[in-house]
């Protein structure tokens, strides 16, 4: 205690002197001239950046509309332009969207204080009217941001719109413009043409000798990388589509799907080959600098000249298979075959080195005289093709025989083509060179492209046919390896067929697209909308969302599916737990797993659930009526799953049907009799009514076996015999122990009845038939008889011996009843009495 005290007091003095040291500084502190502190630094509140982005989002869409008016005539800026401006609408609308969870919490916490009071009500708490008042002025300013929000995201649309109006109008003015042609032109052609060519030459001869003097290695890397991509994917190609990219000389009759698999597949990996040779050559010469700002796009040009080439050249061997008639595709002679096969390539090449030559013009600065010039040439020589074609004999001969001298074009086609040529010759002379020189590009090139994707498409449906598959390499190799079935392979070769499909259409049309004045910016664009915003009315739907939540709902639901089988096969296996309940626990997880998969993937794909509230109305009054007893039943397997009457492998007893419960589902149970049939009780059935269930806690039940001795035998004995019969058998419980009751003294027979009890009642009518068999055995060993039901006979007749005398003495000879034989109604009535085997009274 004397500790203690001193220990308190020593406290005390300490916090008294420290407490006079505070008071102390804080007294010379107050003396001292205080200088003002300085402020924190405010915070932003989520409102005040969404504000400070919206001023800078106004100064970017003024900068874009300066940008859009200096580039009118420039449309590779229009396109960067267009996709910056769409970069800017989606960040305004989402400062929108990041508000409103916001505003809708205001909404609501104004909606809770309900509204100011009026005159002549009590009045309310100040702190609520603060509330209120701080609220209101909050969601005031909350509408002013997305006001702006949304008058920006209008006036950035409104800026696409222009954009999109102004590349029309410069593309029109391009094809539509009209250039004066004179031998004056022509003249200025010539010259600026071997002006251009000497330059062009010096030029090139001065890289050359740069790159081989110090730029030796590099170029011979990139050739050497460039090599091994297209080898690789060259080779990775024929491991995996061999079979489909040459064809075999020893097959006389190729099948269609043949035919155009060969066509389809050779034309586009061979040709995605080489554009990756290319590609990657252009892209490691210019990454290992020996290409030089002059002479990069010259050599970008003729790879891309070379493409085209090969790809028209590859487009014709597949369709038209000049020296292969049975490969052939279209009905032409040989002759004819070859014929447009050359003009094709004709035409490929004079487009080719069209674009070339302008791009070395441009290159060189060469004047526009030049490129029209050039484009003028370009449209005459494949406007004189096109009318020489279609006065050739392509078809093939009535015949059939591929050697043999054509038929000329169907009058249709003759004309159109005729109509085409005789048209580019005149647009070219009349000035509109551009016009001409576009429509010749796009009658080869994209004529090319779409001839390819349409022999796809004819590949795809082809394959998908019923039972067409199964005859391609590529189904024996799936039979082979995977050792399908015929209906597997068939479905596999309608996906192979959807597969094919998807691949001609995502490869051609955004060539078709580029080839039409698209650039890669508006391919981009239009994928980026199409994956992450289709609107449908008041609905936005996103396709990348949608694929999102697909796979996330696949994932969780393969994911429940494997924690099913762990839980079942590991830990509910090794903890022997019982059958059915295995089978609840398993369809619980499923069932559990299931919604859980299905919240995630409406959550993932984005979907706003609150549009679909009408249709829920709907649905539910669908419930309340039709639908009534799916939901009842619904409803009843849940139960059913969770109270547990009875469980898979019980045998049970509802109404008229008597079985083994098979499986329970959410709507219905399977319950399986013993005659095999499998007979479908809907769930609410079993709840609703009465259900019999013999092993609903254990499968332990009692069997019989009536007995019948003949009166003579003992019935100690027979009862002693029966209990050592019974004692034999294991599957017999000894608890409750056998015992055998002497039911009744029969008409013919003492009856008895042997009872046991089972641990498994499956296993009764082995143990009943074996004791039956034993009890005979012991019977006949023992001379106990087993009595044979009973007959007695009575047998009932008039007696008239007299009258049948007196009847022989009668002077008229008539007959009297007695003296004739008995007739059906007056023979014998016999009456049979007995009993069956089981004691009930048979007569």
């Known amino acids: ?181 004179s031998v004056s032109v022509l003249d200025d052609a010539a010259s600026a043409f071997v002006r251009e060519t000497g330059e062009f030459a010096q030029a090139l001869s001065s890289w050359a000798v740069f790159v081989w003097k110090f730029k030796r290695f590099p170029m011979f890397a990139a050739i050497f990388l460039s090599l091994a991509s297209a080898l690789i994917l060259l080779s990775g190609s024929y491991r995996l589509f061999g079979s489909y990219l040459r064809r075999d000389e020893a097959v006389e009759n190729p099948s269609y799907i043949g035919r155009l698999s060969i066509a389809f597949w050779s034309t586009l990996i061979r040709t995605l080959a080489l554009s990756v040779l290319l590609v990657t050559s252009f892209f490691f010469l210019n990454s290992f600098n020996v290409l030089r700002p002059d002479i990069a796009p010259v050599i970008g040009a003729l790879f891309g000249a070379i493409g085209l080439v090969y790809f028209v050249g590859r487009f014709v061997n597949a369709i038209f298979a000049p020296n292969e008639p049975h490969w052939r595709l279209v009905r032409l002679s040989n002759l004819g075959a070859r014929s447009i096969g050359y003009c094709l390539l004709a035409m490929a090449v004079v487009n080719a080195l069209d674009y070339l030559f302008g791009t070395i013009g441009e290159a060189m600065g060469s004047p526009l005289v030049l490129t029209v010039v050039r484009s003028l040439i370009a449209a005459l020589i494949i406007g004189m093709i096109l009318i020489v074609a279609s006065f050739g004999k392509p078809m093939l001969a009535k015949n059939g025989d591929p050697d043999a001298p054509g038929r000329h074009w169907p009058r249709g086609m003759a004309i159109i083509l005729r109509v085409v040529g005789a048209g580019l010759i005149v647009s070219a002379l009349t000035g509109y060179v551009g016009l001409a020189r576009f429509v010749a590009t796009q009658l080869i090139i994209t004529g090319a492209v779409v001839a390819t994707m349409y022999v796809g498409l004819l590949s795809g449906k082809a394959i998908s046919r019923q039972e067409s598959f199964g005859d391609t390499f590529f189904a024996r190799f799936l039979t082979r390896r995977f050792n399908l079935g015929p209906v597997a392979i068939d479905q596999a070769g309608l996906l192979v067929g959807l597969a094919i499909y998807a691949v001609a259409l995502l490869v051609g049309i955004p060539l078709i697209l580029l080839l039409w004045g698209f650039h890669v910016q508006d391919l981009q664009l239009i994928a980026y909308r199409l994956f992450t915003e289709v609107r449908l009315g008041g609905i936005s739907i996103s396709l990348l969302g949608i694929c999102t939540g697909i796979l996330l709902f696949a994932g969780v639901y393969l994911l429940t599916r494997w924690l099913q089988r762990w839980l079942d096969g590991n830990v509910m296996a090794r903890s022997h737990v019982d059958l059915g309940v295995r089978n609840s626990v398993k369809t619980g997880i499923g069932y559990l797993g299931v919604g859980i998969a299905a919240i995630i993937g409406v959550s993932a794909a984005g ?62 149970t399977e319950i399986e009799t013993f005659r095999k049939q499998a007979i479908i009780v809907p769930n609410s059935e079993l709840i609703n009514g009465l259900v019999g269930n013999w092993t609903h806690r254990n499968k332990i039940g009692r069997s019989e076996i009536p007995v019948s001795v003949a009166y003579n035998a003992d019935p100690q004995q027979v009862m002693d015999i029966l209990l050592e019969l019974t004692a ?116």
């Open 1 to 181: 205690m004397r500790l203690r005290s001193i220990l308190l007091r020593t406290i005390l003095l300490v916090t008294l002197a420290l407490a006079g040291a505070h008071f102390e500084s804080a007294a010379a502190f107050a003396q001292e001239p205080q200088t003002p502190a300085a402020a924190p630094a405010p915070v932003d509140t989520p409102f005040d950046q969404a504000a400070k982005e919206i001023e800078k989002a106004k100064t970017q869409l003024a900068a874009f509309q300066d940008s859009v008016k200096q580039n009118a005539d420039n449309d590779d800026a229009l396109v960067g332009l267009a996709t910056k401006a769409d970069e800017l609408s989606r960040a305004v609308i989402t400062i929108s969207v990041n508000l409103r969870p916001r505003l809708d919490q205001i909404k609501n916490r104004l909606a809770e204080i309900g509204e100011a009071p009026k005159d002549g009500q009590p009045p309310e708490a100040q702190i609520v009217t603060d509330e209120r008042n701080a609220l209101a002025a909050e969601r005031a300013q909350i509408n002013a941001v997305t006001g702006d929000a949304e008058n920006l995201s209008i006036a950035v649309t409104k800026l696409l719109n222009e954009i999109i109006q102004m590349r029309r109008q410069l593309f029109a003015d391009t094809l539509f413009k009209r250039t004066e042609i």
């Open 607 to 668: 979907i706003d659930l609150s549009s679909f509230a009408l249709v829920a109305s709907a649905l539910s009054v669908g419930i309340g009526f039709g639908l009534q007893n799916i939901v009842s039943n619904f409803v009843s397997g849940l139960i059913l799953l969770v109270e547990r009457p009875f469980k898979v492998g019980d045998h049970v007893v509802s109404g008229t049907a008597e079985g083994i419960v098979k499986r329970i589902s959410v709507r219905a």
């Open 728 to 843: 034999k058998i294991p599957l017999v419980m000894r608890n409750p122990e056998p015992h055998v009751e002497f039911l009744r003294f029969g008409p013919y027979s003492l009856d008895f009845e042997l009872r046991f009890f089972l641990a498994d009642m499956g296993d009764g009518m082995t143990v009943r038939n074996n004791l039956r068999i034993e009890i005979l055995k012991r019977f006949k060993a023992e001379g106990i008889e087993i009595p044979l039901p009973q007959t007695d006979l009575t047998i009932h007749r008039d007696a008239r011996p007299a009258l049948a005398d007196a009847g022989r003495d009668r002077p008229d000879g008539q007959e009297i009843p007695g003296d004739r034989p008995m007739e059906e109604e007056e023979r014998p009535v016999r009456q049979l009495r007995g009993r069956t085997a089981d004691g009930s009274l048979k007569s």
